[in-house]
Nanobody
Framework: QVQLVESGGGLVQAGGSLRLSCAASGRTFAMAWFRQAPGKAREFVATISGNYGSTSYTDSVKGRFTISRDNAKTTVYLQMNSLKPEDTAVYYC????????????????WGQGTQVTVSS
């Protein structure tokens, strides 16, 4: 059983930056960030593999967000730059066995979520 704890959310003005962190209780393979806005389905944001650090992003965040992980492979980060009001959501960290999954069912473990609010 892997426990994931997110941190780093908050309120920021449009154009600003935030960095989210997700600490895992053990070593993980693929890790990802999803987000969920009120009244909407949970949406894939980015994922990173556990071996070579391969990454994948949803189109709406390419060039603005960067996913990374530490060498111990127990913490994953999401650097979010040039934030827009439409990025407002609860952001969830997830861990799973295979890199590349862009749907929630591809991940076995989830954090509790951290709120990101971007004001216009």
């Amino acid at each position: 059983q892997v426990q994931l704890v997110e941190s780093g959310g908050g309120l920021v003005q449009a154009g600003g930056s935030l960095r989210l962190s997700c600490a895992a209780s053990g070593r993980t393979f693929a890790m990802a960030w999803f987000r969920q806005a009120p009244g909407k389905a949970r949406e894939f944001v980015a994922t990173i593999s556990g071996n070579y650090g391969s990454t994948s992003y949803t189109d709406s965040v390419k060039g603005r967000f960067t996913i990374s992980r530490d060498n111990a492979k127990t913490t994953v980060y999401l650097q979010m730059n040039s934030l827009k009001p439409e990025d407002t959501a609860v952001y969830y960290c997830a861990a799973g066995p295979r890199f590349g999954a862009a749907i929630p069912t591809g991940y076995d473990y989830w954090g509790q979520g951290t709120q990101v609010t971007v004001s216009s």
